[in-house]
C-alpha cells in the first residue's frame, strides 16, 4: 500500500488553521473486548458501523492487552496525524501492518494508564513513537516537522500572533525538509515487510478461531495446515494469484486423492477467508478451487457373506475381550471407529420397551461425534448375524464392578491398528482384499438399507447424518427408537 499525500503550497488558505488540521477520516476510541480469553482491539471510524477493523492482541493478561493496544493506537494516531488526508482503507492498513510486527512476539507487562478519546494528548512522546515503530531518518524528521506544525497550531489557538505560514516557511527551508514534497508514505519504504505466508497467517487464524474447535478436529486442521504451509512455501499471500493456489492444488493431488485433496482445500479457503474478512488480505482466489471429478469414495463395502465370517471371527474371542465387542458392534450398528471407541457404561442402556440402545454423544471427558445430527441411539439387535446380546450385557456388568467407566480395554488408535491390520485379514482369509477396513462396515450398513428400500429419514436415525443424500450417495430423525429396532430386525432377517 502507498499512500501519496501532497502538501498545498503555501497560500494565505494555509494561515487557516481549519483547513491543514482537518482529518479526511475521523477515528473514534478504541474498543476492547475478548474472545475465549484473548483481548482484541476494534478501531472504528466515527459515526460508521461498518468502517471497522479488529486486532488480535494475542495474550490473556489484562495488563499486557492494554500495554500493546495503548501502542498501537499510538503508532496509528502518529500516522494519522502525520498524514490527516489518509482515508479509512489506508490507516486500516496501516494498524494491521504494525500489528503484525508488534504483536509477533510476546508483551512485556508493564504499568499502563488509560486514556480517554484517540486523540488526548496530540503533543505526543517520539521517544515512545521510535521505540513503538521502526521509522527511517527522514520519517523521524517528517513526524518531527509535524508535531511542530501541530504544536503551532495550537499555539495559534491559544493567542500566538505568530503566522502558521512563518513557522511552514521555516519548516521548508530547513535540511533535509520532507514537508516541500510529495510526501509517498510505504511500510515497505523504510522497513522490510515481511511476507504473509500461509504459516503466518494460519497462526493468527488459529490464535482466534482455535477454541471453536473440538480437539480431534483441531489436530487435524493443525496437520493440514502444516501440509499447506509446506507445499505454499514463502509465498506471500498479499500478493498471490489464482495460479499459486492451482499450483498448490496440482501438488497435493500428485500423491493424494481428490477427494483427499478437496478437504484439504477446505481449510485453506477457511483460512483465506478469514484473512481477507479481518483486512490481512485484499482479496483470495480461492473459489470453485476443489476438484469436481474423480472425488468419489474408494472405500469398499463387505459383502454379507464377508459380514458373517467377521461376525464368526468376533464371536470366537473372549467374551471379556473388548476386541469382540467393538468388532460385534461395528457390525449391528454401523456407528464409526472412535464412535465405538469412547462408549461408557452410562451410554448402555435398556428401555422399558425393552429395547437395548448404545447411545453415540459426547458428554464426558475426551469425547467427541462428527456434529450434532451424530448424537443418536442405535438399538443393538439380538442374533444379529450371530451377535449375542446377553454376553454383551455380562461385559458391561463386569466393567461397572470393576469401577471402570470405560468400555474399551485399549485406544483408538492401537483398535483401528488391529481391526484393520489383523481382524479383517485374518477373519477373511483368501477374500481378504486391500481397502476393507473398519469403515467398511458402516458402507455395507447403508448399502444393504439402500438394497432394502429402508426410508431415508430410518437410515438417517441409524447412521447419523443429516442429509439422505450424504447417507446414500455417498456410502451406498426424528424416528423414535421402537420404530428403528423393528426395522433392524427385519433389515438381519
Known sequence: ???????????SRVTNIALPLRPTTRLARPYHYRRNGIYYMRLRETGSVTRTVSVSLKTND???????????????????LDHPEATWHQLREHLIWVAEGLLSSAHDVHSLREWGDLYEDIAMNLTEIAATMPLSVDQHEHVANSRKVMAAAQ????????????IIRELEASPGSRLKQDVEFSPSSSVTRPPLTFEVLSGLYLAERAGEQK????SSTKFTHGVLSDVLGALDLRTHSRADLVACRDTLVKTRKPSTVNQMLKKLSAVLNWGVENGHLEKSFHKKLTFTKGTESSRKAFTQDQIGKLMGYANS???????RWLLSLGIITGARLNEISQLTTGDIHTLASGITVIHINESGDGKSIKNKRSERMVP??????????????????ECKRSGNDSLAQIGYRPAGEWVNQQAIPAALGEAYERGLVFHSLRHSLASLMQAKGVPTTYAQAVMGHATGTITFDIYGSGVPVEVIAEMLTRLFN
Open 317 to 323: 474371542l473372549p467374551e471379556t475381550s473388548w476386541k
Open 215 to 218: 480437539p480431534n478436529t483441531l
Open 62 to 80: 489484562r495488563k499486557a492487552a492494554m500495554d500493546a493496544s495503548r501502542r498501537l493506537a499510538e503508532t496509528i494516531r502518529a500516522f494519522h
Open 155 to 166: 499555539d495559534r489557538l491559544k493567542g500566538d500572533s505568530r503566522p502558521l505560514v512563518n
Open 380 to 397: 443393538l439387535t439380538d442374533g444379529a448375524y450371530g451377535f449375542d446380546l446377553s454376553a454383551f450385557l455380562k461385559y458391561v456388568e
Open 1 to 11: 500500500m502507498t499512500i501519496a499525500l501532497s502538501t498545498p503550497p503555501v497560500t
